[in-house]
């Protein structure tokens, strides 16, 4: 009885309804591509950077500490037989030394990060270092990344000197050819980094089988040589960014559900206001004053189902069509943000589903609390217009 009551009130109020449905379901169709694309944003650019440098983490050498570029020369260990047993996909050495790179009579510091050609677990362009033998003659074969062209003035071809300490601490320099200059979507391995052969490396410093850490692809166990870092250690500083982007996320979802629920609110108190005479009718032939405002409540309720119908048919269709197009974030290419390509929305439905209930709940919370004082209301006083000033 009192949703058939509710149905015909919510049907009367015709274009003040539909707007209202309206305003809810485009609140809601924002929320969840904001919640979305900002799930895919994270997504895209954390796989960016495991897939270029972390992996499943580091057995690092003891000590090691990548922002003190000085002591990397100290810090190095030969790798055990427990990571040397490991399949090359599933691992990925690297060593590390501080160097000097002079392009065009200029000084340009540079980290040296030697990997070794088997391993197939990070997605670096280094393929072209693989066709160069073991050993180099005249000029050491590189690579860099087209952000550390850009900034240095590098081109392929190039040829210029680089300068580095030995295992003794003996300075040495020796010209180097850049081969290639690979687009990297990571600038934590492109911006400052020359990319060379591991067994190069190695040669180049006096440092027989020895690594600044082995990235795995699953954490292994303890080994005693080394210290694990695990991928949220390593990538502390962007998870920080995410929690950030999330607290963001949340001040713009609070805003939207305040104007939907201020929406919902204005339409139940100008309901009540307009209203008076019928609800002085329904008290005097009788009925309760709280099943009047279950009434109300109810029409609040068809308020927020329509508009979860109306966003699922208007939202599904847009959100198939983005998801095919994605969001193009070129113009992040000079950013620190190791994400260039077009990211594509990521769907979470417990995250949606949850969504939506909080949604459905303030709307329901927003259509009951005007309607309160209808408990309060004088019959005689509503049947003349005037209950409610």
């Known amino acids: 009885m009192n949703w058939s009551i509710a149905k015909k009130n ?29 799930n895919g944003f994270q997504a895209q650019a954390t796989r960016n950077v495991i897939n270029t440098d972390i992996g499943g983490g580091h057995y690092r050498a003891p000590g090691f500490d990548i922002l003190s570029p000085s002591k990397w020369e100290d810090y190095t260990v030969k790798v055990p037989d427990t990571l040397l047993r490991l399949h090359n996909k599933d691992k990925a050495e690297v060593l590390v030394v501080q160097g000097q790179l002079y392009p065009n009579r200029r000084l340009y510091p540079v980290q040296i990060r ?84 591991l067994d190069h490396l190695r040669l180049m410093t006096d440092r027989k089988n020895e690594v600044s850490w082995v ?106 069509w983005f998801q095919g197009v994605g969001f193009d974030v070129s113009h992040l290419s000079e950013s620190t943000l190791p994400i260039r390509e077009t990211i594509y929305p990521d769907y979470q439905p417990m995250e949606i589903i949850y969504s939506l209930i909080i949604v459905f709940i303030l709307i329901v919370a927003s259509s009951w609390f005007p309607v309160k004082k209808i408990t309060r209301l004088d019959p005689t006083m509503a049947l003349r217009g005037r209950a409610i000033k």
């Open 10 to 38: 919510f049907s009367r109020q015709g274009l003040r309804a539909s707007l209202n449905v309206l305003v809810t379901a485009l609140s809601i169709i924002a929320l969840i591509f904001m919640l979305s694309l900002l």
């Open 114 to 197: 030697g990997i070794s050609m088997e391993q197939s677990l990070l997605q670096l362009p280094l393929d072209n270092l693989k066709t160069f033998s073991a050993n180099f003659d005249d000029l050491i074969p590189v690579v860099v990344g087209a952000k550390m062209a850009k900034k240095a003035h590098l081109h392929k071809g190039d040829t210029l000197t680089l300068k580095w300490r030995d295992r003794s601490g003996a300075v040495d320099a020796k010209d180097i050819i850049i081969i290639d200059v690979g687009d990297i979507l990571n600038p934590r391995v492109d911006e400052g980094v020359v990319w060379l052969r």
């Open 215 to 320: 990235a795995v692809k699953h954490y292994i166990g303890l080994i005693s040589e080394f210290e694990f870092q695990p991928v949220e250690f390593l990538m502390s500083d962007l998870l920080a960014l995410w929690r950030q982007d999330r607290m963001n996320s949340k001040i713009l979802w609070a805003i939207l559900m305040t104007l939907v629920c201020i929406s919902v609110f204005n339409t139940q108190m100008l309901n009540i206001f307009k209203r008076q005479k019928e609800i002085g009718t329904l008290m005097a032939l009788g009925m309760d004053s709280q099943r009047i405002v279950r009434i109300f409540t109810l029409e609040g309720c068809l308020a927020a189902i329509w508009a979860l119908v109306v966003a699922l048919l208007l939202g599904l269709p847009f959100f198939i």
